[in-house]
């Protein structure tokens, strides 16, 4: 047997005893492998990391893999920092493949998947916080335009949209490297498109000396919602998970 995405670094010899009229082997193997993480949530990602084992010199007909409960055990030493351990699942059977002219290979296959989930806020808060605080800038300059200090919004919003080009470069430091867009990345696009509507506007009116009337609306309404959320989420942050910090 042999394992689809990794290598066998030790094993021993076969332990064997008739069980049932069936033939029970044991090995006690080393396995060195790899896997292709999901960092589409990052930062707040899981993990399900899968080992396959296949034999492909044998048929179903010969041999087939089976799993109880008590025996695949997953070390409690097993530590991943960030992550917690959570479950575990093993899925067995065999892989049907067909080829030309109607043939047919089939063979044993097990799946060993083990899951770890985000455990606190310590590499959430590196990358949400400074885009919080920028976004809750540009709302800021979306109200001192409203009341008249479209002077004063310019300014924040110059500072506001160069911190944002400059905290790209470290999100791009905290940001696993991989070829699709992360959350992060969303929401760093978004608070990025705010930032320069807020400077946008605040150019226009600074300019026309003319405030929109929907920006009354926005600074009467939804600017206190959002500041209301911002009490929640630092509430959650403090009170409610207090250990994950």
Aim: aromatic share 18%.
């Amino acid at each position: 047997f042999t394992f689809l995405n990794g290598s066998i670094e030790s094993k021993s010899a076969p332990s064997t005893e008739l069980l049932h009229n069936r033939i029970l082997a044991k090995y006690s193997i080393r396995v060195s492998f790899s896997t292709v993480l999901d960092y589409k949530l990052f930062p707040m990602d899981d993990h399900r990391i899968a080992l396959t084992l296949v034999n492909k010199q044998v048929s179903p007909d010969e041999m087939i893999y089976e799993e109880k409960g008590a025996d695949f055990i997953v070390s409690p030493q097993i530590r991943v920092h960030g992550w917690e351990f959570c479950d575990k699942y093993v899925e067995y059977g065999y892989v049907q493949i067909k080829i030309q002219k109607g043939k047919v290979i089939q063979y044993p296959v097990a799946v060993f998947e083990l899951d770890f989930k985000k455990i606190g806020f310590g590499g959430i808060m590196p990358v949400f916080i400074p885009l919080m605080i920028m976004f809750f800038m540009a709302m800021i300059c979306f109200s001192l335009v409203a009341i008249g200090r479209s002077d004063a919004a310019l300014s924040i919003s110059l500072a506001n949209e160069s911190a944002m080009i400059g905290y790209l470069f470290v999100l791009q430091n905290l940001v696993p490297r991989v070829g699709y867009f992360t959350f992060a990345n969303y929401i760093f696009v978004f608070v990025f498109m705010v930032s320069f509507l807020a400077l946008t506007i605040s150019i226009f009116v600074y300019k026309t000396k003319k405030v929109p009337r929907w920006l009354y609306w926005f600074n009467n309404i939804v600017v206190p919602l959002l500041y209301l959320l911002l009490f929640v989420i630092v509430y959650i942050f403090l009170y409610v998970f207090p250990e994950g910090i």
